[in-house]
């Protein structure tokens, strides 16, 4: 069964912490993507990447950055942790754009992240 | 970034009522996806459209998009309790960039 792990589904961390969020794909995907899902809000797209050391921005890349050192690992990292990015973060990756989507996309089942 | 809005945000059925929720975007979409989220759980696939016009279906579920290729409709037939969750749709504005995601229609269905 194809996975998409994200490290840790819960995470409580405190004010201006560097926090690590991981997350592993076993598919070979050449896209992956970081969202976060608020309530009335949605899923927004913070970052993606569409190969290894490539990254987008998103809608909302503000205090974030990622890193996509290997094909399978794309890490977000929030380089000072605030109350506002207490939210539910959603990993997810897909086969190249060119490909259609042939199989849309495959989420991690997300950590919940509380900055307290 | 481009907007797609949908509606209703929530749907209150009785169980064996038919249920719809609308996707519409400002600009012309490549293709949209629809994705399920159970209560606790994370967006899961559904289905694809990429024609102007289309119409597909999966069992109790039928999936339209539009002939402008800027709205899309999921239909429910007969929901059951095991539809209970939020659709949510996603169009991509042109290829090579990441999907829109919809604020999702939360369904709630009682027996």
């Known amino acids: 069964d194809v996975k998409v792990t994200q490290s840790s589904r819960y995470l409580v961390k405190r004010t201006g912490e560097k926090v690590f969020l991981e997350c592993v794909q076993d598919m070979d995907h050449e896209n992956m993507f970081w969202y976060r899902q608020d309530p009335g809000l949605g899923l927004r797209l913070i970052y993606f990447?569409?190969?290894?050391?490539?990254?987008e921005k998103g809608d909302i890349p503000e205090g974030y950055s990622v890193s996509r050192e290997k094909k399978e690992r794309f890490s977000l990292i929030l380089e000072s942790a605030s109350t506002n990015q207490t939210s539910m973060y959603l990993c997810?990756?897909?086969?190249?754009?060119?490909?259609?989507?042939?199989?849309?996309?495959?989420f991690g089942s997300g950590t919940r992240l509380t900055v307290v | 970034g481009q907007q797609v809005m949908q509606i209703p945000q929530y749907q209150h059925v009785q169980e064996g009522e038919d249920f719809t929720t609308y996707c519409n975007s400002s600009?012309?979409?490549?293709?949209i996806q629809w994705y399920k989220q159970r209560p606790g759980g994370h967006p899961v696939f559904l289905i694809q459209?990429?024609?102007?016009?289309e119409v597909k279906k999966q069992k109790r579920l039928t999936f339209q998009f539009g002939e402008a290729k800027k709205n899309s409709s999921l239909h429910i037939t007969a929901t059951q309790t095991t539809d209970v969750g939020t659709y949510f749709c996603a169009g991509r504005r042109h290829s090579g960039y990441a999907l829109n995601f919809g604020k999702g229609t939360s369904l709630l269905v009682t027996p």
């Open positions: 459209l990429v024609k102007s016009g």
């Open positions: 990447s569409y190969d290894v050391k490539m990254k």
């Open positions: 997810a990756s897909s086969w190249d754009f060119r490909d259609g989507d042939r199989y849309g996309y495959t």
């Open positions: 600009t012309t979409l490549s293709n």
